[in-house]
């Protein structure tokens, strides 16, 4: 029987199956299209995330964006080919988190969950496959498969707004990219679902994606402070020593990774502390916890043969190995359990605030080959997309379980993972990529810090560290150099000016991300979501000497060095070498951050802040919380004074979050939202006030001041 | 029922089926294994080559290279996973043409027809997917998908092989690329057909395939002389005063090529000659052969609007377009009568000697997606896979049908296309590259020039000269440059002498050619294809900084920049702004080229040959045929003088081919082999001789002499 199964197979194989494609609107402005016979494993099921229904059912109708038979699937020999419209004037930001552009109108995507590779192909820590117009909506496609995106590249013989065909030998205007009306998918499964997010802008797009997976994540006040990584064969005394130099030196400091060496053995796992460097494991986190300190602990998932685990998960891993460590079928309960259960036990049990998991993207040549196999039945293929939110899921149960917020990193995403306590980052190290990066996570419902390691220079160093501040993790990794905060004396003084600023804009940040969490809206951001802001990206001729540029492509040239941190602020990092930049400010009246001082309005300005500054603009009427520069995250209750600063002419407001920082309890509506007003009355004087707390909500607001920081006319 | 069958099929594409692997010896030392169900299209049926069925039944019976047990295949959702075994001492070379590295054991490639794009990772102008072992075997995949190979990089749970788990924290023995025990092959289809090749030596083992595939091609005489391309907008007047041009300095011509410009339009194509430009084509190729120079005229395949045969065709065209121009579906009888009636008439009857077929190979911006569909129902992967070898095949014919043969330029191959009369190139442009991919073009049965198109110095011009001519076509690429042999003035004499060196050199590659045709033997090859050489790459550690190589990943030296063209003669290129450099010589004496002294045995030297020379040295014993510098290949018939050169201290012979150099005649038993021999008298005395024409067979050997070249001790 089987056999004429399969003989039955090789016919519908290579026929086509250009059925309709079947909608169905799931929320307000959110359509969920079905093509085929889509597969029982995707993203959106390995991330088990719920949308947020009730935050998407408050929200406004708004129309599907273009026809919904423009929407174009076919079933054609084991693959889904899809295809959905673009107009001549539109925008494509994604799919994928991109490193080296913003705009991928034009580009080929494979989506591959990998270590980047230095070329925005698709190979990515976090290929969602989601991207968002210009032209405000977004599309998901929630297969875990390899999938490719021709994004406005394909163009078919019967399209309907069709490019010309021009004369190559003579006619100047000839492109060896001609205009393309469409984004086309190849799918290889037998069906896929897919959703239309209609926002109305970009950013409302980018929101309802973010809300349809419950709504971002929200970290613990600690979360948000100081966190330096450690040389990977310190042992606990150093760990000690080291978070009592940050004390004694007066820099911020609210969590300590710890790199491989905390385990018996690495690469592969133990999962276990190393007896001889850790004798202690739960008095050092007492310790230190007493210090207003966590930990944080590297792994990668890969079971070494010396783990205590090891006998009881062999019959729960995959076929192959990395580096001679057995992989656990994170879609195999036992599996999931045994491992758990011994991050639990001495670790999250004992006060471990958190992991970093390591290696779960690729590259190819360390982790398990596509044709590995699962006892799971998910294929090695689809593993591999969804390893890493396969492991941020369980890691993250474990500290629901405990009924306590973590903070991790981990190495590889997806689609679905928004509200999983995780934040990426890798081993490559291109400041301005990691800046695109940064800009391009905001597309994709992911995290990303552009983290510290080592520097050639002080200079370096010190551009570095001013912009991984403005970032969702404030880290320095120094597993292998090293670097404290101050190991470049000549420029220590102004790296602790930025570590506090950090601590400074404790609540700015909380309260932003509270609206990632609430409302979708991405901390961190491109300036493409938003308002005001000019994004088209420019083409200028590229070299027209044929023996370099044989088919005379064209160079885009677009904004992706500069992105908003939070609602008030954009930022405009510096990199090493650089004396000055340019920054393109969105439409409406501009502030520098630290002076208050006017900075332009819907213009490219040039700035030349000195080595001291990284350039920051705050918009007109913004008022932004400040606390004093704690060493650590306030604690549970904990009251703290707050200077709200205003900016510009206009009167404006902030939204301020709090909760207790640290549990689960916002979930049952032990939050509030109180809102920082400034005003200009009719003689044109400013004045500001928070509203109250409300009875029975949480209140960490001490002392209240207003400061207007810019200068009256 | 078609619903009924996609649903039955669900079940079976998640299953797995681990069947038997049916084996037939095939030929001596050549077995065919089948697993599952091999899909209707394949590359060998898409190069339709037949195999020189009468050399294999002559080769001595070789045993299979290891227990057929060892290979294993299973069929798991819709994909065929195959495994064959790797010993620890095992090299392995290729699949694909790699363009810098010549050891493939521990990469993963992934077979796609494509632009080179930098790297070696499968995608190549011939992902062909054939390797070869140094345990002297080779093994073909012969599908037409996008294949991903584990070439010894993937450590299964249970490897009967298995590198052990060691501690990264403390041993410095750890390494971030365990050693594999196999070679495994991701297939995404239901089955397919491979083949095992036991050659004895690796070079006996791509012989074999050589053969299976046809036998390699024998281009005709003048293919192997010198050709210039012209500027891609020369007008008729301008191409003959070219070829008067090379005729009055005295540098050699047998062909011109003709750029885009040649055509009404072109990016895409009308395949019909720009009126104004070539008002008169026939009185051109007329004129042009009185002077004993061809035409080579480019062409891609897509077709304009503006094309007279553009209604005609447009039904047997793909979904999509490439520059606005529709594709013919080369698998469609129609599409494939249209476009080449268009070539003949007015091209190839009017003595149009060869074409120039770019842009079938990538990259991906520029071709169809692979949503694209064709009329004959062959997948877009599919057609991107073999695309070049059906224009091979197509255009071949046209001259078969004509009687003659021809040589042209390709961009794109595939594995069964040895006998298709081609030579591969590229955009791009390093010269130690283009080197790498001439020694790798001999594991895989395709043919490589590293053309000349411009240079920065004249130093780099005359380095890159001197290695063309030690490839299978002789050439330079003006298109974009208008670059002529001459142009750099102070090397222009030592351009001419290599020019007409390859001149002289005409009778050992044609012979070395005619090998590659009856006996499959590579006229250009890797020095790890000669017994006696060392191959074995070295491994350096690489950087211990952690931040720059954080797994520790080791850096491999091996020989890549020196290769056999023909049986006896070792080329080792020198590159710009080299003056010196090291070659590794096989056991054995070897005697330099030019001057016949000794040069060493099995051993590295360095060699210091200054700017006038192209280190080559020669095998002991070796007899090679010169005849004098022509301007243009002999004709049919046209005797001409032959000076042997023997080198060294040892006797020896030389086989020499010969046929009238431009029909098929040879296929039917036109042709002669003539052995030149050199022995050693009693008194240590070297006299030589040639063995007579056989009655009836072709002669065109004029005056015989003997030179010694290595002199007296």
Same mark, same amino acid.
């Given at each position: 029987m089987k056999k004429l199964i399969l003989l039955l197979c090789l016919l519908p194989l290579s026929a086509a199956a250009s059925g309709p494609i079947s909608w169905t609107e799931i929320f307000p402005g959110v359509w969920k299209g079905v093509a085929g016979e889509p597969e029982a494993y995707d993203l959106l099921r390995a991330a088990e995330c719920e949308p947020?229904?009730?935050? =998407?059912?408050?929200?406004?109708?708004?129309p599907f964006p273009f026809a919904q038979t423009e929407v174009r699937a076919e079933v054609v020999d084991g693959k889904t080919y899809l295809r959905f419209p673009l107009r001549r004037e539109e925008q494509v930001y994604g799919p994928g988190l991109n490193f080296q552009t913003v705009h991928q109108r034009g580009k080929i995507l494979g989506l591959h969950v990998d270590h980047y590779g230095g070329r925005d192909n698709g190979r990515t820590h976090a290929p969602v496959p989601f991207y968002v117009s210009s032209a405000g909506y977004g599309v998901l496609v929630?297969?875990?498969?390899?999938?490719?995106?021709?994004?406005g590249t394909a163009v078919r013989r019967d399209a309907r707004d069709a490019p010309e065909a021009r004369d190559r030998n003579t006619d100047p205007a000839w492109t060896s990219r001609p205009y393309s009306d469409a984004v086309e998918a190849l799918v290889p499964a037998n069906g896929v679902e897919f959703y239309v997010f209609s926002g109305g802008t970009p950013l409302g797009a980018v929101e309802r994606y973010n809300l349809f997976c419950g709504g971002g994540t929200?970290?613990?006040?600690?979360?948000?402070?100081?966190?330096?990584?450690? +040389?990977?064969?310190? *042992?606990?005394?150093?760990?000690?020593?080291?978070a009592? +130099?940050?004390e004694r030196r007066g820099y911020p400091l609210d969590f300590i990774g710890l790199e491989p060496g905390w385990q018996s053995r690495a690469y592969p796992c133990t999962f276990e502390w190393d007896s001889g460097r850790f004798p202690d494991p739960a008095g050092l986190t007492r310790q230190l916890l007493h210090r207003g300190v966590r930990l944080n602990l590297w792994v990668?998932?890969?079971?070494?043969? *010396?783990?205590?685990?090891? *006998? +009881?998960?062999?019959?729960h891993t995959g076929t192959h190995t990395v580096w001679c460590g057995i992989v656990p079928d994170l879609n195999d309960p036992e599996a999931v359990r045994i491992w758990t259960d011994r991050l639990r036990q001495g670790q999250v049990d004992i006060g471990v605030s958190g992991y970093k998991i390591d290696e779960v993207d690729g590259y190819d040549h360390y982790l398990w080959p596509d044709v590995a196999r699962f006892p799971s039945g998910t294929s090695a293929e689809q593993m591999r997309q969804t390893y890493g939110v396969l492991a941020q899921?369980?890691?993250g149960r474990l500290y629901r379980q405990a009924g306590i917020r973590t903070f991790g990193l981990v190495r590889g995403s997806n689609a679905g993972a928004v509200s999983l306590p995780y934040v990426l980052y890798n081993d490559y190290y291109s400041h301005p990529d990691f800046i695109t990066a940064l800009v391009n996570s905001g597309f994709c419902g992911v995290l990303w810090t552009p983290e510290v390691r080592g520097s050639k220079t002080a200079e370096e160093w010190l551009r570095r560290f001013q912009s991984v501040v403005f970032s969702p993790m404030a880290m320095i990794n120094a597993w292998s150099s090293g670097t404290k905060p101050w190991s470049f004396p000549e420029v220590a003084?102004?790296?602790?000016?930025?570590?506090? =600023?950090?601590?400074?804009?404790?609540?700015y940040f909380y309260s932003e991300f509270a609206r990632y969490r609430f409302h979708g809206t991405p901390p961190f951001r491109s300036m493409a979501l938003e308002p005001g802001f000019r994004s088209d990206p420019r083409t200028d001729t590229g070299s027209r000497d044929l023996e370099e540029n044989p088919y005379l492509e064209a160079v885009t040239r677009e904004i992706k060095d500069q992105y908003m941190a939070g609602g008030c602020l954009l930022v405009a990092p510096m990199f090493a070498g650089q004396e000055s930049r340019t920054v393109l400010l969105p439409a409406g009246d501009w502030y520098d951050f630290y002076t208050g001082l006017y900075a332009g309005n819907g213009e490219e300005i040039t700035v030349e802040p000195g080595l001291d500054r990284i350039p920051v603009f705050v918009r007109d009427g913004a008022v932004i919380p400040f606390i004093p520069p704690l060493l650590h995250a306030p604690g549970p209750g904990e009251k703290v004074d707050i200077e709200f600063r205003h900016y510009g002419r206009a009167g404006g407001s902030y939204l301020l979050y709090d909760d207790d920082g640290t549990t689960f309890a916002y979930e049952d509506g032990h939050y509030s939202w109180r809102t920082a007003t400034v005003t200009r009355d009719a003689r044109g004087e400013l004045t500001g006030s928070l509203s109250p707390a409300e009875d029975g909500k949480p209140d960490t607001v001490g002392q209240v001041t207003f400061r207007f920081m810019t200068p009256a006319e």
């Amino acid at each position: 029987m089987k056999k004429l199964i399969l003989l039955l197979c090789l016919l519908p194989l290579s026929a086509a199956a250009s059925g309709p494609i079947s909608w169905t609107e799931i929320f307000p402005g959110v359509w969920k299209g079905v093509a085929g016979e889509p597969e029982a494993y995707d993203l959106l099921r390995a991330a088990e995330c719920e949308p947020f229904a009730s935050a =998407l059912e408050g929200l406004e109708r708004t129309p599907f964006p273009f026809a919904q038979t423009e929407v174009r699937a076919e079933v054609v020999d084991g693959k889904t080919y899809l295809r959905f419209p673009l107009r001549r004037e539109e925008q494509v930001y994604g799919p994928g988190l991109n490193f080296q552009t913003v705009h991928q109108r034009g580009k080929i995507l494979g989506l591959h969950v990998d270590h980047y590779g230095g070329r925005d192909n698709g190979r990515t820590h976090a290929p969602v496959p989601f991207y968002v117009s210009s032209a405000g909506y977004g599309v998901l496609v929630n297969s875990a498969r390899y999938m490719t995106f021709y994004v406005g590249t394909a163009v078919r013989r019967d399209a309907r707004d069709a490019p010309e065909a021009r004369d190559r030998n003579t006619d100047p205007a000839w492109t060896s990219r001609p205009y393309s009306d469409a984004v086309e998918a190849l799918v290889p499964a037998n069906g896929v679902e897919f959703y239309v997010f209609s926002g109305g802008t970009p950013l409302g797009a980018v929101e309802r994606y973010n809300l349809f997976c419950g709504g971002g994540t929200l970290p613990p006040r600690w979360g948000l402070g100081f966190t330096q990584r450690v +040389e990977k064969l310190y *042992d606990a005394a150093q760990v000690v020593a080291e978070a009592e +130099e940050f004390e004694r030196r007066g820099y911020p400091l609210d969590f300590i990774g710890l790199e491989p060496g905390w385990q018996s053995r690495a690469y592969p796992c133990t999962f276990e502390w190393d007896s001889g460097r850790f004798p202690d494991p739960a008095g050092l986190t007492r310790q230190l916890l007493h210090r207003g300190v966590r930990l944080n602990l590297w792994v990668n998932p890969y079971v070494s043969p *010396d783990a205590s685990i090891y *006998d +009881e998960i062999l019959p729960h891993t995959g076929t192959h190995t990395v580096w001679c460590g057995i992989v656990p079928d994170l879609n195999d309960p036992e599996a999931v359990r045994i491992w758990t259960d011994r991050l639990r036990q001495g670790q999250v049990d004992i006060g471990v605030s958190g992991y970093k998991i390591d290696e779960v993207d690729g590259y190819d040549h360390y982790l398990w080959p596509d044709v590995a196999r699962f006892p799971s039945g998910t294929s090695a293929e689809q593993m591999r997309q969804t390893y890493g939110v396969l492991a941020q899921k369980v890691t993250g149960r474990l500290y629901r379980q405990a009924g306590i917020r973590t903070f991790g990193l981990v190495r590889g995403s997806n689609a679905g993972a928004v509200s999983l306590p995780y934040v990426l980052y890798n081993d490559y190290y291109s400041h301005p990529d990691f800046i695109t990066a940064l800009v391009n996570s905001g597309f994709c419902g992911v995290l990303w810090t552009p983290e510290v390691r080592g520097s050639k220079t002080a200079e370096e160093w010190l551009r570095r560290f001013q912009s991984v501040v403005f970032s969702p993790m404030a880290m320095i990794n120094a597993w292998s150099s090293g670097t404290k905060p101050w190991s470049f004396p000549e420029v220590a003084e102004q790296v602790k000016y930025y570590a506090e =600023l950090r601590m400074m804009l404790m609540p700015y940040f909380y309260s932003e991300f509270a609206r990632y969490r609430f409302h979708g809206t991405p901390p961190f951001r491109s300036m493409a979501l938003e308002p005001g802001f000019r994004s088209d990206p420019r083409t200028d001729t590229g070299s027209r000497d044929l023996e370099e540029n044989p088919y005379l492509e064209a160079v885009t040239r677009e904004i992706k060095d500069q992105y908003m941190a939070g609602g008030c602020l954009l930022v405009a990092p510096m990199f090493a070498g650089q004396e000055s930049r340019t920054v393109l400010l969105p439409a409406g009246d501009w502030y520098d951050f630290y002076t208050g001082l006017y900075a332009g309005n819907g213009e490219e300005i040039t700035v030349e802040p000195g080595l001291d500054r990284i350039p920051v603009f705050v918009r007109d009427g913004a008022v932004i919380p400040f606390i004093p520069p704690l060493l650590h995250a306030p604690g549970p209750g904990e009251k703290v004074d707050i200077e709200f600063r205003h900016y510009g002419r206009a009167g404006g407001s902030y939204l301020l979050y709090d909760d207790d920082g640290t549990t689960f309890a916002y979930e049952d509506g032990h939050y509030s939202w109180r809102t920082a007003t400034v005003t200009r009355d009719a003689r044109g004087e400013l004045t500001g006030s928070l509203s109250p707390a409300e009875d029975g909500k949480p209140d960490t607001v001490g002392q209240v001041t207003f400061r207007f920081m810019t200068p009256a006319e």
